[in-house]
């Protein structure tokens, strides 16, 4: 069911018919596959069917990698309607969450970082726009409609419906994100 909403993204987008998207598209490609594969991980199938499929998957995730620059673990939590706009150097945690609708640009890492009790991936509200090449590090909470701008080191905690940028990031802005979502 979230793979159709992801569909519906990208043909709302570009006004193009599934069809096409699912041919020419890197990022539903690598959503297709997530998808499948977190539906496994997060079946009830006992581990001796499941973990022979985990495996698959692992080796399936490494060939659409190479294929696409995208990296989505079957084990992150990514919500429905993801939008990736351009494909290549895309890497993502297995900790990561991410909410509902948002879009992703390309050279984005949403990674592990911190000591401690800081250490973790990223959450990642809803209706989220993170622009090209940022990245998001640690045990940090996005909030919901927040522009992540380009080229920004997001190490701290974003509040619901603003506008960041910089290395590291901070708040330049009360813009949320609903002119790119």
């Known amino acids: 069911m979230k793979f159709s909403k992801d569909i ?11 069809v096409v998207m699912l041919l020419t598209q890197q990022g539903l490609w690598a959503l297709f596959q997530y998808r499948f594969y977190n539906w496994i991980y997060n079946s009830k199938s006992p581990k001796i069917i499941k973990l022979p499929l985990l495996f698959v998957g692992v080796c399936h995730q490494k060939g659409v ?8 673990p079957y084990s992150a939590q990514i919500g429905e309607g993801l939008y990736i706009g351009h494909h290549s150097g ?11 609708n948002c879009n992703i640009s390309q050279g984005v890492t949403i990674g592990v970082s911190g000591k401690g009790k800081y250490r973790g991936a990223p959450v990642i509200g809803d209706e989220v726009y993170i622009g090209a090449n940022a990245t998001l590090a640690g045990k940090i909470f996005i909030g919901n409609k927040v522009v ?3 080229n920004s080191l997001v190490i701290r905690d974003v509040s619901d419906g603003v ?3 910089g290395v590291p990031a901070v708040e330049i802005s009360k813009n949320d994100s609903s002119a790119y979502i």
């Open 8 to 18: 519906k993204r990208y043909t709302t987008y570009s006004g193009k018919s599934a």
């Open 163 to 165: 506008t960041v940028l």
């Open 148 to 150: 992540v701008g380009a």
């Open 65 to 72: 990698e190479m294929l696409t620059g995208i990296t989505l």
């Open 90 to 100: 895309i890497i993502m945690n297995a900790g990561a969450i991410i909410g509902k």
